[in-house]
């Protein structure tokens, strides 16, 4: 087998999306299984449409997700540059030949067409299998633009020069592109050079069904840093979108996925992205961490609340097992450290058709501020109920909704604690006071 060299070449013309880190990274584990080279290069010929900030997006989002490039931006290599904007005189040299081989003719308009052979062509592909493109019609397959009036290549050109040059073995990329590559096949025949083989994977749909766009929710790489994804977490979801290990595993370490990823493996059927399945992911990356680590990690945070650092670690460590993302532990927390906190909406309706609930709230609370040991305090909402002729249950879901303003999270029992005696009753005062 000749080195593997596998690239991802996006274009800087809006921030990392899903689609582009999941090529990026099938690319950088095929090539990492099979000891290759993965080439960064970016398809910047639109000066008009990039973005400064687009091209930081993408190295930070891959370089996030610990998709590490051996050649292209910041890293040299011998087949630059590495940006299209830069190897202009690359292009015309196999446009040249082109040339002078009869195979472009120009337009009115000035603009060059690449001369099809009017045969089939057939595409053997890694993962869609074998695609035969039928060329011997014209009308339905007209000749392709390479060259634009002001001297500038399309993307069939400069992507087909751009492999060749950089001696790219395997071109792993979207399904959209599948039927591009027949036109490219041509191309490369017509250099006189073997083609790189193809492996063209899957769509990515939104949760209507519908190809996933940059503007879905969840379509952002930047979106998960923000909301304090782990970076392997996110890898690993990225990872399984569109891939089958063929086993029950789903948690994997970087490792774990270099040695088990198969092109073979990659489905055919598109993939459906699922936010709820990568919040639980990253659930399971956040339990795992060291509690040390997790009260670090969720520092950034937690800025916007001001109470005693031990408290406040106490208070995190109640919700690593609990929350799906970084940023959900201040909405979990903050009640503790704020008197003046608010009521969850569904939460206090939950609450307005228990009847009972004004009675026996008001009847623990006479029942806390009178209580000598306040270890006692979550048994005397079972007896407080009791007394009143009203199971337990009646008693808990208000009680926490008074204390906290939520329907959930953290444990009743903990939060009566960390409260204290003076807090519970005033909280209780509080709600019935509302």
């Not at 392709?144 to 790219?168: A, Q």
């Not at 379509?219 to 304090?228: F, I, R, S, W």
Request: proline share 4%; charged share 25%.
């Amino acid at each position: 087998m000749t080195a593997v060299r596998t690239r991802f070449a996006p274009s800087p013309t809006g921030y990392l999306h899903l689609g582009g880190a999941r090529t990026a990274l099938f690319n950088y584990l095929f090539a990492r299984q099979h000891k290759g080279t993965f080439v960064l290069r970016v398809e910047d010929t639109d000066a008009e449409r990039n973005k400064e900030e687009a091209f930081a997006a993408i190295y930070e989002g891959m370089d996030w997700m610990g998709i590490e490039w051996d050649e292209g931006f910041g890293k040299g290599g011998e087949y630059g540059p590495y940006n299209q904007s830069e190897r202009h005189e690359l292009y015309l040299k196999w446009f040249n030949k082109l040339e002078a081989d009869g195979r472009v003719y120009q337009e009115e308009d000035g603009a060059w067409r690449f001369r099809f052979d009017r045969k089939d062509v057939t595409l053997k592909d890694l993962v869609c299998g074998e695609i035969t493109i039928d060329y011997k019609n014209e009308e339905i397959n007209p000749d392709m633009t390479i060259r634009r009036p002001d001297g500038s290549f399309t993307f069939h050109f400069v992507n087909v020069v751009d492999d060749l040059e950089m001696k790219i073995s395997h071109v792993i990329r979207g399904e959209d592109h599948l039927m591009n590559t027949p036109k490219h096949l041509q191309l490369y025949e017509a250099f006189g050079v073997e083609p790189p083989q193809f492996a063209h994977i899957p769509l990515i749909l939104n949760d209507s069904g519908k190809k996933m766009s940059k503007r879905d929710e969840g379509a952002a790489v930047k979106d998960y840093l923000e909301m304090g994804f782990q970076p392997a977490a996110m890898t690993n979801f990225v990872a399984l979108l569109g891939w089958n290990p063929k086993s029950e595993q789903e948690i994997f370490s970087a490792e774990e996925l270099i040695q088990s990823f198969d092109l073979a493996n990659i489905n055919r059927a598109p993939a459906r992205f699922d936010l709820q399945k990568a919040l639980w992911m990253n659930q399971q990356y956040l339990m795992a961490l060291e509690p040390a680590a997790f009260l670090e990690q969720a520092q950034p945070y937690l800025e916007g609340i001001s109470a005693d650092s031990e408290a406040l670690a106490k208070a995190v460590s109640l919700v690593q097992e609990k929350v799906t993302s970084f940023k959900d532990i201040a909405p979990a927390v903050s009640f503790l450290f704020d008197p003046e906190f608010n009521y969850d909406e569904g939460a206090l309706e939950k609450v307005a058709k228990n009847e009972d609930a004004p009675t026996l709230l008001a009847a623990l609370k006479e029942n806390w501020a009178s209580l000598s040991n306040w270890d006692e305090a979550k048994d005397q909402i079972g007896s407080t109920a009791k007394a009143a002729g009203s199971k337990p249950g009646k008693l808990m879901f208000p009680v926490r909704v008074a204390l906290s303003g939520l329907g959930g999270g953290i444990d009743l029992g903990e939060i009566i604690s960390l409260l204290g005696q003076e807090a519970c009753v005033a909280r209780l005062e509080r709600y019935l006071t509302q």
